[in-house]
């Protein structure tokens, strides 16, 4: 008997169409509601279909963009990895991750065209997606967009805590590999040491855009995006706010330049529902989900 590895959403997401296993030369949304070594405010488990509810109530066209949802025709909605709380949460992340292995085992995510958007959760579920583009891609360009730099070699015991995914990642890296960071304003002096000497820190939006606009079109590009990048004025449901952020229009202008350019995944992860009652953060996460599920759009203008 197969062991069920995904459970189907509340609702599946507006326009996507229903799937039991990754489908080939489509985007698959699928959700990772893992929280076990977030530190300070949890509640980002309940993300994936709390950001599934508010899609269908919001516009599916993007006046920056000018497309819909609705022409997004290879779209499927896989639900959510099945994650247990046992109260050890690297076990718990372990099981959730190997379970994502076994989701994608058999397929050649590069070959088989396979492009996954992934719900957070907390940023170390990144980890299993990241990974897996890094082996399949040993040209990827890694984006992170961030409050922070995630480059602990591990955080409060836990090896693949949501503080050090970027580093994580780092372990996988290839010479053909890249990473740019924007966004970062909060970490120890090691991590901004770090940054500087390998030059992984966009020194501004400017740079951070005019960077993706230089990639070849065929260059595959990954963004993990935590949502704390965005300032807590307007983003307030995460669960390790930082001032000093950035605002939406700063995001449309870097998914109007990955529009062109070959995106192969993305996650968007650390939105805690709980922590903002008034809802208004779900509502911006979801419009960030919305514009990056377009940005992945090959046909059209
Ligand atoms: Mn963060």
């Not at 405010?41 to 516009?59: L, N, Q, Y």
């Not at 247990?84 to 088989?112: I, K, P």
């Not at 960071?181 to 390998?198: F, H, L, N, V």
Request: glycine share 8%; net charge negative.
């Amino acid at each position: 008997m197969t062991q069920l590895l995904v459970q189907p959403p509340k609702g599946l997401y507006r326009a996507a169409r229903p799937a039991l296993q990754p489908q080939a030369h489509s985007l698959n949304l699928i959700g990772f509601g893992f929280d076990g070594t977030a530190c300070f405010r949890k509640g980002t488990a309940i993300a994936p279909d709390a950001i599934r509810m508010v899609a269908s109530d919001i516009e599916s066209y993007s006046p920056y963009l000018d497309l819909d949802l609705e022409e997004v025709t290879s779209f499927y909605d896989l639900g959510n990895i099945i994650v247990t709380q046992s109260g050890d949460a690297h076990q718990d992340y372990l099981a959730a991750h190997e379970r994502f292995n076994d989701l994608v085992a058999g397929f050649d995510l590069a070959a088989d065209g396979i492009q996954f958007l992934a719900l957070g959760g907390e940023h170390s579920i990144s980890y299993s997606f990241i990974s897996k583009y890094l082996h399949a891609f040993p040209d990827l360009v890694l984006l992170h967009l961030d409050a922070h730099a995630d480059l602990r070699d591990e955080y409060q015991g836990y090896h693949y805590s949501h503080a050090s995914i970027i580093r994580r990642c780092l372990d996988y890296f290839g010479p053909g590999h890249q990473l740019l960071q924007y966004g970062i304003r909060s970490g120890t002096r090691d991590e901004y040491a770090w940054m500087r000497a390998k030059q992984t820190l966009a020194p501004s939006l400017d740079a951070f855009v005019a960077f993706i606009e230089g990639l070849p079109a065929d260059r595959p590009v990954y963004l993990t995006l935590d949502l704390d990048y965005f300032d807590p004025a307007y983003l307030p449901g995460t669960g390790t706010p930082e001032p000093g952020g950035e605002d939406f229009a700063s995001f449309v202008r870097i998914i109007q330049a990955l529009r062109h350019k070959n995106m192969v995944g993305a996650d968007v992860v650390e939105l805690s529902p709980p922590v903002d009652v008034s809802g208004n953060s779900d509502v911006f996460a979801t419009k960030v989900v919305r514009e990056l599920i377009l940005t992945f759009h090959r046909g059209g203008a």
